[in-house]
């Protein structure tokens, strides 16, 4: 029972470039969280969605960040147009609908050079 | 007023010991508290969970929970070498009667466990 699967672990971009990270949730869990983890600072969340669906991007930056989940596949992470300032520890969670206990992937670690 | 705090530490304390980590919240609508651990370069994996006043005891881990104070703690008895990693303090609430992930997290404490 696969845990819940990030990839890239690890991505170099340079300034101007666009990242996608991407997040397979645990069998079962329908809804995906992202959170980033800037370096020395806590986690933050950014969004949570189920399939085909945004339910709050609260925490999402207005600009260069955008999140979905298809109906089929991972959820993807978009940052276009990538700043020194993005480089951080990006963690995908999931959990079961309308529970608050999340299970966090392994992260993708994000550098921008 | 950050919205959860946590004493950013280091706390260092010899093994065989008890580990107290603390945390506090400005939320009063705050429902659920969770005490997660992170190694450094890992991910954060959930230790302990709370949603009433008291205590909760799971092995050597023991959460606190005091909403009129809106504190929570975290002990740790017999600290092992192994516990050495940070903690994060996290809290939710509950929006228009649904509950779910959206989790704020505390800074962290690094707690280093010394043979």
């Known amino acids: 029972n696969a845990g819940v699967m990030q990839n890239p672990r690890h991505l170099v971009r340079r300034r101007g470039q666009e990242a996608r990270l991407r997040c397979s949730p645990m069998?079962?869990?329908?809804?995906v969280y992202w959170y980033r983890q800037l370096p020395e600072e806590g986690l933050k969340f950014m969004v949570y969605?189920?399939?085909?669906?945004?339910?709050?991007e609260s925490g999402m930056p207005k600009e260069r960040f955008s999140a979905e989940f298809p109906k089929e596949g991972p959820s993807i992470l978009r940052i276009q147009q990538v700043v020194r300032g993005d480089s951080a520890a990006y963690f995908c969670?999931?959990?079961?609908?309308?529970?608050?206990?999340?299970?966090f992937g392994a992260g993708s670690r994000l550098t921008v050079l | 007023q950050k919205e959860v705090e946590q004493n950013s530490g280091p706390l260092s304390v010899p093994e065989g010991a008890i580990a107290s980590l603390n945390c506090t919240y400005s939320?009063?609508?705050?429902?659920?508290f969770f005490w997660y651990r992170q190694y450094s370069g890992k991910s954060p994996e959930l230790i302990m969970s709370?949603?009433?006043?008291g205590d909760k005891e799971d092995g050597r881990f023991t959460a606190q929970l005091n909403k009129a104070s809106q504190y929570v703690s975290l002990l740790i008895r017999d600290s092992q070498p192994s516990d050495s990693a940070t903690y994060l303090c996290?809290?939710?609430?509950?929006?228009?009667?649904?509950?779910?992930?959206?989790?704020?997290f505390g800074q962290g404490t690094i707690l280093t466990v010394h043979p």
């Open positions: 969670a999931s959990g079961l609908p309308g529970a608050n206990v999340l299970t």
């Open positions: 069998k079962g869990h329908s809804h």
């Open positions: 969605l189920q399939k085909e669906n945004i339910i709050d």
């Open positions: 939320d009063r609508g705050s429902q659920s």
């Open positions: 709370i949603y009433s006043n």
């Open positions: 996290a809290v939710t609430q509950t929006a228009g009667g649904t509950s779910y992930g959206k989790l704020t």
